[in-house]
C-alpha cells in the first residue's frame, strides 16, 4: 500500500518521475542558455521562446519557461498523471537535453 501525505496517495514512481522531470528541464534551460548566448537566438528551436528571448532576454525568457513547465509538471503530478510525467522527463532529455550537450560539447 502507498503511504499517504494528508491524504494524498503518494506514488515512489510519480516522485521519481517528478524529480526527473524537473532536473530534465533545469538541464534544459542551462544548456539552452549556454547555448544562445554563444550561438544567437537563431539556435533556439522553439520560435515562441526565441521570440519571448528577444523581448525580455535570455535568462529571463528561460525563467519564465521553464518556470511554467515545471509548474505544469507538478500540476500533472499532484493530479496523478505519473506516466504521462515519465514521458514528458524522457522526451525532454532526448530531444532538448541530449542535442543540446552534442552540440556544445562535440
Not at 554563444?38 to 528571448?53: D, K, Q
Request: proline share 3%; hydrophobic share 55%.
Amino acid at each position: 500500500m502507498e503511504p499517504r501525505v494528508r491524504g494524498i496517495r503518494r506514488s515512489r514512481f510519480g516522485d521519481v518521475a517528478l524529480v526527473a522531470f524537473l532536473l530534465a528541464q533545469a538541464c534544459d534551460g542551462v544548456l539552452t542558455y549556454v547555448g544562445v548566448t554563444s550561438f544567437g537566438t537563431r539556435i533556439e528551436g522553439n520560435p515562441i521562446i526565441a521570440l519571448l528571448m528577444q523581448h525580455v532576454g535570455h535568462g529571463a525568457a528561460l525563467l519564465i519557461a521553464k518556470g511554467i513547465a515545471g509548474a505544469l509538471g507538478m500540476a500533472l503530478h499532484l493530479g496523478g498523471v505519473h506516466r504521462a510525467v515519465a514521458c514528458l522527463a524522457c522526451f525532454y532529455l532526448a530531444a532538448a537535453v541530449v542535442p543540446w550537450m552534442a552540440i556544445l560539447f562535440h
